[in-house]
Every structure is written in C-alpha cells, then in structure tokens.
C-alpha cells in the first residue's frame, strides 16, 4: 500500500520504459488516492460540500474513476444542500417548500420522510390558524354585540361586520316576530328589486323555508338571473348563497342571508355555524331587555296612575267614611225598624192567637150545642126551632171560615203554610167539585158544567188539598158575583209557547190550566189587580151587596205561588170574569219527604159503629162554664161520667184524688195554671205517665200543636170540637191505654 515507492533500475531500452510507465503509474495512484482522500476526509470528517478530486495527467480508467468520485461527490453536495436549504426555509416558517433534487435509495427515503413531515407540518398550521381565526372573530363579535340595546341596531352591525369577513358581498337580515312572519331589518349591499320581497311567511322562499325547517341551506352555482351582486363598476351572480337559521333554546329568532361571488370555505361555514348561536343569545337577551324595559315602563306608568287612583281612592275613602257613617245611622235606623216590625209581627201572632181562642171559645159551644139541638135526638123541638138551631150553626160555621181564612193569611204571609204534594188523579177533583157546586147552581138557577180536555193527563202531582182551596175559592166568587147565565171550570194543558216570568212554570214540561169563567158583573181593568190585596174587592158597595172578607183571592194566589203556579184574570165588565189557575203537571219545590202537614203524624181513626163509651170516667179541664156544658152534653150522651176542673191546679189535685179517671180533655189558656203546666205536673207523677190527655185548644198558629205535645199531651185538637172527630179520637186512645195496661198486667 506504499504508493510513494519507484522503481530504480539501472536499465535501457523497454525495461527502462516499463520501469518509468510503472512509476508514472504509482504517482498517478498515489494522487488519485489523496485526493480522494481529501475529498472523504471534508466530507465525511469536515462536513465540506463542494469538494472536487484532481488528478493531473489521468486519463482513460483513472480519468474515469475520477470523474465518477466528483460525480458522487457532487450529487451528495447537491442533495445535502437542497435538503438544507428546505430545512432552513421551514425553520424560517416557510411551509410552501420541498426537495425536490433526485435521490436514490436511502437519500430519496429520506426526501420523502422530510418533504411529509414538512407537509403535515403546513396542514396542521393551517388548522391552528383557522381556528385562530374562529376563535379571534367569534370572540370580536361577542364583544362588538355586548352591551347592544336595539335589535335593528345589532342587526346591522351584523351585515357590516360579517359579510366582507366570510367574502361576502351580499346580505340580509330577517328577524321573526310573534305573527311568525320574517322581515328585513337590515343589508349589506342590497339592492331592492321588484321580484325581491323583505317579508316572507314560513316555507317562504329560502328564507321561509329556511325559517320552517330550522337548518342551514346552502345554494351552489345558482342561476346567473337568480341574484346579482351590484356596483357602481357593474354587477355579476353569485357563486355561492348561505341562508343561515338564528336559533335559541331551538326558538327561531332570525335568518340571514350571504351571497358571495366564491364559494364559503369550510372554516367560513364553521365560523357561521358557531356565530349563529351566539347572535341567538344575544338577540334572545336583546328582546329580554326590551321587555323587561317596556314592562319598566309599563310598571312606571302603572305606578303613576296607581299613585292617581290611590289619590282618587283616598278621596274616595273620605267620601266613604262620610257615606259609612251615614248608612251606619240608617242601618241603625233600619234595625229600629225591623225589631220594631219583628215586635209587631210578634203582637200580630199573638192578637191573632188570642183572637183565635176568644173567637173559637165561645164558638165551639155555640157550634156543639147549636148541632145537638139541631139533631133533636130526644125529638123534643119543633120543626121550626130545629131550623133555628141549623141556621144558629150554619152562622157558627161561617163565622169559622171567616176565621180561618184570617189564620191561612197570616200563614200564607209568614210562609208557614205547608204543602203536601203527592199523587192526585184530575177526575176525582173535576168530580169533587161538580158534585159541591152542583147544589149552589140549582139553588141560584145557573148553568154549571165542568170539562177537561182531553189533552188533559190523568194524573198530577200537587197539594190535593190546597188545589181544592183555590179552585173552590174561584167557583165560589164566581157563583158569588153571577145572577144570571152559568158559571164554567175547565181543565186543559197549556201550549209551549206560552212564557212565564215564574221559574217552576217556565222549567215545567206540562202546563195544566185550570179556567173558572162566570157572566157575572165584571171587573174593571184597573181593579183587575187591587182584587188580590188583602181585604179588597171591586168597590165598596160590592162588599155591601155580596158581602165577603176580600180574602179569598189574596190567599189563593198565595196558595197558588206555593204550588208552583199563578192565578190570572180577564174580565170585561157587565159581560163576566174568567180566573185561571197554572200550575205544572209535577210539583217542583222543596223536598217532599220534608214538607208533610203536621197532623199526618197521628193516626185519624174513625168512631166505630160499636163503640162504647159507658162508665168511662172523663176530666173536663176548662175555665169557660160554656165549654164545659157543650162538651159534657157530649160526653154524657155516650154513657160517660164526667168531671170538671176549672184550672190545671185543680185538675192535678182531682186526678190525685181519683185515680180511676180513664182520660182528661185539657184546655191550653187558662188562669193560675194553664193547660201546659198543668200537663207537665201530671206527667211527672209516675202513675199518670201513660194516662191519655187530649188537648183542645182555640189557638190554631203554627207551634201550638208542637208546644202541647212536647208539654205531655198524647193529642191535639182544636176548637170548635168537631163532636164526632173527638170522640173517635177519645175512643182511639182509650184502646191504646187499654192494650198497654193489659200487657203489663
């Protein structure tokens, strides 16, 4: 390996020139190996690109192998500085290069990895500049939108920010109201057009649709006449149109719209996606704003005219305090009033009670004798002295109806009349009251007939008693008031057309109508309604020449309103009267179950044939001699024995001293004791707490009946005594005591 050798030879000719050829050849080796040594040793140890081989003289083979190493060497040069060069511009920031010298093997391995690396490199820079970008501008918009008060403010903001920002050159901005209608409230560059609109109702144009479908709708290479983008250098279509949805909590606030004349880029649509959302909580706190400052305003407004009212009311309370005091004295005044009229209705009971028992004591020995002369059982009158007797008796009894009637008013007015609706077949009344009115038109030698249509129902349901009272009251005035001519009732069902101001009448499904027509003389028209007031008739000379209370027709229309119905008149004078009685087929009013009469409560037994009173020991209490003389002639035709006691002391004295007494007839008022005291004495003595007591009383209000029962007395009864009715009653009770003792027995 020593190149540096010669060959010496002491030589000529042809060895001389092989020795000289191979020296030559040695020097130019050794020359080629140091310069490629050289160029290895910057190369490799150095790091000196550039580097060339020389070799004086080479030629053939060693011309070539030289070549050949200043070939690699240069390629390696040129490789290493093209991979250099790039890596220096990519650390200057510079991601548009790449190697693009040839390479084989390893070095081309080794360009690909490096051109890659610089190419994701620029892609993932890219990204972060976009996002930048986004993040940049999203965050400028939201502190451009803060504070904004007006949302045609805001809205145009908007378009003058956004549009060139996505390089757009076209924009609209619809807001929605409650109407779900869209109208523009701000542009950029837009230019009106007569196929252009600003409002559009959902599904609308794009922007309806848009609206209706809450997505984005991006439109593509549209039409050169669908839009036109315009300056003052010209115009030209758009590329590109985005029609955006402005959503909140998914509530569609707004739509925009952007035309560009190329198309969004990925990053765009990003960003507008991402702003949409933002420009719907701003508008969404726009709106909030707005309402709350006009409810703010409203409040003020409110404030100010409840501060007015509140002025007003003020005045007012004065007023009212003035006013307060001054109904306090005429509610104080009318207090007075209703205790006063409270004191009267009390007086008016009781005159009425007492009237009642100063009218019926006397009365009811007035009417026992009167009927006992009348039925002259001993045959010891004459004829004529028993007509006396009945006409004694018939006055008796009117002046009973009088006295009733007296009472019903003053029930009917107190509203305490009962009513006792139950079944009542319409033929039994028609034929009741044929066969009581019959007799009064054969005596005044008038027509009387009686009808019912035949539309008419059988049956109906009502007070069978109070139906009769009324009916009878308007037969009776009818017959009353005719001297000539007839006297009609007829029965028929109203038509539905008919209109009353009476709910039980207009709620009813059958209307009956009960028409009582006379020829007599007639009322005039305005006396037609004065009739139905208390103690009134047509005039004075009608009470005169007729004679009568005028309380007939005040208690039947009464009557009448109690059972639902109404009473109407029509009349001409000198030609008749026709009075008719409506009432609906059914009862409507209170519960029926509740509204039953009093006396149904005790049995009304009738006297048998066989029933006999002999040797049955009777107290008569009473301290009016009258009573006591009509009731014992009673009592004593039946074989009883009868005793008598002035006053309830004394009747508890004569019981205790004769046990035997069967049973006691008890007057109510009398003086020292009276009839309740003295029952409650009795019933407190063990051996009298069965014995039968009937109270007979001359008062007949409501109450009386209960206080003489509650006080101890097994029944009542009032005056007149009906003889017949007592007796029944008296026979009733002495069974009852009869069948008790023999069981305890």
């Known amino acids: 390996g020593d190149l540096n050798q010669k060959f010496v030879l002491e030589a000529k000719g042809e060895v001389a020139a092989l020795a000289e050829t191979i020296n030559d050849m040695t020097d130019t080796l050794r020359t080629f190996a140091d310069q490629v040594t050289t160029v290895a040793r910057e190369v490799g140890i150095e790091g000196k690109l550039g580097g060339q081989a020389k070799v004086p003289g080479a030629s053939g083979t060693w011309k070539d192998l030289t070549d050949n190493v200043n070939q690699l060497a240069g390629n390696l040069t040129s490789q290493v500085r093209a991979i250099a060069e790039v890596s220096t511009a990519v650390t200057r920031g510079d991601l548009t290069r790449s190697i693009t010298v040839e390479a084989e093997g390893e070095v081309a391995a080794l360009k690909n990895n490096i051109n890659q690396m610089i190419g994701n490199l620029k892609d993932t820079t890219d990204k972060n500049t976009e996002q930048d970008w986004l993040k940049t501008n999203l965050a400028k918009f939201s502190g451009m939108m803060q504070g904004q008060r007006s949302i045609t403010s805001v809205a145009q903001l908007i378009m003058s920010e956004l549009t060139p920002l996505v390089d757009a050159r076209l924009g609209t901005f619809f807001i929605v109201d409650d109407s779900q209608e869209l109208s523009m409230i701000a542009s950029y560059a837009f230019s009106e057009r007569k196929n252009l609109s600003s409002k559009y109702k959902f599904k609308e144009g794009l922007v309806g649709q848009c609206a209706f479908e809450r997505k984005t709708i991006l439109l593509t290479h549209p039409p050169s006449d669908y839009i036109r983008i315009s300056s003052a250098s010209g115009e030209s279509p758009p590329a590109n149109i985005i029609v955006l949805p402005v959503l909140f909590e998914g509530a569609l606030k707004a739509v925009i719209e952007l035309a560009s004349f190329k198309p969004f880029t990925q990053n765009y649509l990003n960003f507008l996606d ?31 005219e ?52 100063e009218l019926r ?24 002295q028993v007509k006396f007797a009945s006409t004694i008796n018939s006055a008796g009894q009117d002046l009973l109806a009088l006295i009733n009637e007296i009472l019903d008013l003053s029930k009917v007015e107190a509203g305490k009349m009962p009513v006792d609706p139950k079944g009542v077949k319409i033929a039994q009344v028609k034929d009741y009251l044929e066969q009581t009115f019959r007799p009064i038109a054969g005596h005044k030698h008038l027509e009387f007939k009686v009808s019912a249509d035949a ?20 037969l009776s005035n009818a017959f009353k008031f005719t001297e000539t001519g007839g006297v009609t009732l007829n029965i028929s069902t109203l038509k539905k057309d008919r209109r009353f101001n009476i709910d039980t009448l207009s709620n009813a499904k059958t209307i009956l109508s009960f028409s009582v027509k006379d020829t007599g003389i007639g009322i005039p028209s305005d006396k037609q309604k004065l009739i139905f007031e208390a103690f009134q008739q047509a005039d004075g000379t009608t009470s005169r020449k007729y004679g009568g209370t005028g309380l007939g027709l005040t208690i039947s229309r009464e009557i009448a309103r109690l059972l639902g119905g109404v009473i109407e008149v029509e009349s001409t004078p000198g030609e008749g009267s026709t009075f008719t009685l409506y009432l609906p087929q059914n009862y409507i009013g209170q519960d029926v179950s509740r509204v039953i009469k009093p006396e149904q409560e005790f049995a009304r037994p009738e006297l048998p044939p066989q029933a006999d009173f002999t040797g049955c020991k009777v107290l008569v209490v009473d301290d009016d001699m009258r009573n006591i003389f009509a009731i014992t002639s009673i009592l004593e035709n039946q074989g009883m024995i009868v005793s008598h006691a002035e006053n309830g002391k004394i009747a508890v004295k004569s019981l205790k001293n004769d046990p035997s007494i069967s049973i006691v007839l008890m007057d109510t008022m009398m003086p020292e004791m009276d009839g309740l005291e003295a029952m409650r004495a009795i019933r407190k003595i063990p051996e009298f707490e069965a014995l039968p007591i009937i109270s007979l009383t001359a008062k007949a209000m409501k109450g009386d009946r209960e206080q003489c029962l509650e006080a101890g007395a097994s029944d009542y009864i009032t005056k007149p005594v009906d003889a017949k009715n007592l007796l029944a009653m008296m026979h009733f009770w002495l069974k009852k005591d009869a069948q008790v003792q023999q069981v305890q027995a």
Do not use: C, W
């Open 274 to 304: 991402q702003l949409m959302d933002s420009i719907g909580v701003i508008l969404n706190m726009i709106s909030s704003s707005m309402r709350t400052e006009e409810l703010l305003q409203e409040l003020k407004k409110s404030n100010a």
């Open 306 to 357: 409840l501060e007015a009212q509140a002025k007003e009311l003020e005045d007012k309370a004065k007023l009212l305090e003035v006013k307060n005091q001054e109904v306090e004295l005429a509610s104080r005044s009318v207090e007075e009033k209703a205790e006063q009229l409270s004191l009267i209705s009390k007086y008016k009971s009781e005159f009425l009670a007492n009237m009642s028992h």
């Open 361 to 384: 004591t006397p009365l009811n020995s007035l009417l026992i004798l009167s009927k006992t002369l009348e039925e002259n059982k001993d045959h010891n009158l004459s004829p004529e």
């Open 455 to 474: 539309s008419v129902p059988k049956n109906m349901i009502t007070d069978e008693n109070r139906l009769q009272q009324i009916l009878k009251n308007l």
